[in-house]
């Protein structure tokens, strides 16, 4: 069978236990249009509340392990933004919640049209500066 056919028919997202549906809901109450995948031990829900896409990570056994919720530019706090434009122009933001803890990925493009993804503490401190 070939890699298509066996991922849409054979892949275990298909079959999303309880436990994971309900660790989505308790936290997301209003999730729409939720697609499932299965990734090294951890299910991945893509879905939207409110219009605004969010990506969980879920064990089975723990929960929800972090969500990325996608980010209009003025959602972003200003000390984020001013760490991000000594970068360049902000081209796009995600807020990563992890254990209690909240980062930022923001994507940025200087005056030679590259791009870097930077990933920013809560307190605004830069982790990473990765050329894309």
């Known amino acids: ?21 309900e660790a ?20 991945e829900a893509v879905f939207y509340v409110n219009e605004i896409e969010f990506i969980a ?3 089975e ?5 972090e969500y990325k919720q996608n980010l209009r530019l003025d959602e972003l706090p200003s000390h984020i ?11 796009n933001a995600i ?4 254990e209690a803890a909240i980062f930022f990925e923001v994507i940025v ?6 791009r870097s993804a930077l990933l920013l503490n809560e307190s605004g401190k830069l982790l990473e500066n990765k050329l894309l």
């Open 57 to 59: 990570m879920i064990s």
């Open 81 to 91: 933004i001013k760490e991000c434009v000594s970068s360049g122009e902000i081209m």
């Open 61 to 65: 056994d723990i929960g929800i392990i």
């Open 109 to 114: 493009r200087n005056k030679k049209m590259e």
């Open 1 to 21: 069978m070939n890699k298509l056919l066996k991922k849409i028919f054979l892949t275990p997202s298909k079959h999303i236990p309880e436990k994971v549906k």
């Open 24 to 43: 989505l809901y308790a936290q997301f109450s209003e999730a729409l249009n939720v697609e499932w995948d299965f990734k090294k031990e951890v299910y």
């Open 95 to 98: 807020a990563i919640t992890k």
